[in-house]
């Protein structure tokens, strides 16, 4: 049923259809008994009690519990081929991780276990984090390729979520990007400008006459593409109609922040070594600085400057990174708990960048990412009155429900 009534809720939710910048993350709309009305999937009330219920709708009672808009993981690579265990444990014992990517491990590693794999291994598994994150009140995910790095692959991994995306009960929506600029295959080593040529010339074209990607990233970085080619590839993605997106400044500060700016790119992420004029040039641009805590976490590298991104008057999302290398990890509570402890957000603006301005981070910040009338009726409602429980439940699950334009999935009562 894609009609529900949420009645007594304490709804919470930012406001508007683009990005939320600087001070603006925190001003949040509260209602603290209130319903959320979602006709045929998408929301048509939102505000104090109604006096009467109406025929035809599923009726839920939150009791005062918290209402927000479901949780949009604006950057993960959800769809790949085996796992690399081993590389967690050499890391843990001090191999950094750009040394096992140098020896032919790391993405390479993850290449060949994809290349490998079938269509249905790569759906099931991706299926498998989709469960896992709903769970934790996600309900539109972004998911990249780059795991094939060869033309076959990289489509079979847009096919897999192009063929979640066309499930009628999908528990997620999927925000496709293309990653072919993940790494340099081996097959094109020593001739980058030749890989980005293939890109630029029969990827794009391809990937666009299919409608299998709204996206293009790249892996700016030292020692995988250059600022130079990073670029070239996004400007060519850009002209033909995608939304850019860069893996910037992750690794070794390199100036990935400052072309997200110059190229007024969606989203630059990572961005634990940005700079000064790396985070002026993101806010010029109007470049969301989507930050990734959990990556941090697991690689033992220091937290991105949020705090000081926020203040600088940037916009702020925060997601997850799912991958099988630098943070096998879906958890949207303890996201919550690292940008609130140690990168000195909010609750209330950990919540704008994990909505709405993750929304904005993939281009649909018009439909999802906020309670407003118009949206799609993607909610999740927590187990109790107050949302400080998203970091102070740390690591913990406090989701009580997540619903999906309108459909109640998790648990099912
Ligand atoms: O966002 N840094 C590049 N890409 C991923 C890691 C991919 C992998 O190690 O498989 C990231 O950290
Ligand atoms: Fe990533």
Redesign the pocket.
């Known amino acids: 049923m894609n009609n529900l009534i949420i009645k007594n809720a304490h709804i919470i939710t930012p406001q508007g259809t683009s990005a939320q910048c600087g001070r603006q993350m925190s001003e949040l709309l509260k209602i603290a008994r209130g319903t959320v009305e979602v006709t045929d999937g998408r929301i048509s009330y939102v505000g104090e009690n109604l006096e009467e219920d109406k025929p035809g709708y599923q009726v839920l009672d939150a009791k005062g519990r918290v209402v927000l808009p479901g949780f949009v993981d604006s ?1 993960t ?1 959800l769809v ?1 081929g085996g796992y ?1 265990p081993d590389e967690f444990v050499w890391r843990m014992n001090g191999d950094s ?1 750009m040394s096992i ?1 140098q020896r032919g491990g ?2 390479f590693n ?1 290449v060949r276990a994809t290349r490998e794999a079938s269509f249905e291994d790569l759906k099931v598994k991706a299926e498998w984090f989709i469960d896992a994150m709903s769970r934790m009140g996600v309900t539109t995910v972004e998911g990249k390729s ?2 094939g790095l060869d033309k076959d692959t990289e489509l079979i991994q847009l096919e897999v979520m192009q063929a979640v995306n066309n499930d009628p009960n999908r528990k997620v929506d999927i925000a496709t990007t293309f990653l072919g600029a ?1 790494a340099l295959p081996q097959e094109y080593a020593g001739q980058p400008d030749k890989y980005i040529d293939f890109l630029i010339n029969e990827m794009l074209p391809l990937i666009k006459s299919k409608g299998l990607a709204e996206n293009c990233d790249v ?1 700016c ?1 030292k020692g995988v593409f250059t600022i130079e080619e990073s670029r070239r590839l996004l400007t060519a993605a850009k002209a033909m109609g995608y939304g850019i997106k860069l ?1 910037a400044d ?1 690794i070794v500060s390199f100036g990935g922040a400052e072309l997200a700016g110059e190229l007024q790119a969606l989203s630059a ?2 961005l634990l070594h940005a700079s000064d004029d790396g985070i002026r040039a993101m806010q010029a641009g109007g470049v969301v600085a989507t930050l ?1 805590p959990l ?1 941090a976490f697991c690689l033992r590298e220091p937290y991105a400057r949020g705090r000081d991104m926020i203040d600088a008057g940037c916009a702020v999302a925060l997601a997850t ?1 799912l ?5 096998c990890s879906g958890s949207i509570p303890m996201l919550f708990a690292l940008a609130c402890i140690y990168m000195h957000l909010s609750v209330e603006e950990a919540i704008t960048a994990i909505t709405l301005n993750g929304a904005a981070a993939i281009g649909k910040a018009d439909s999802i990412g906020s309670i407003e009338v118009g949206k799609w009726g993607d909610l999740v409602m927590l187990d109790t009155d107050t949302p400080n429980v998203l970091p102070y439940y740390t690591g913990m699950n406090s989701v009580q429900h997540t619903i999906k334009r309108g459909v109640l999935l998790s648990p099912s009562s």
């Open positions: 950057h690579h790949f690399r991780y990517m790391g993405i993850t780059g795991y993940h892996f970085e893996h992750e992420d990572h990734l990556t990174d991958n099988p290398g630098s943070c």
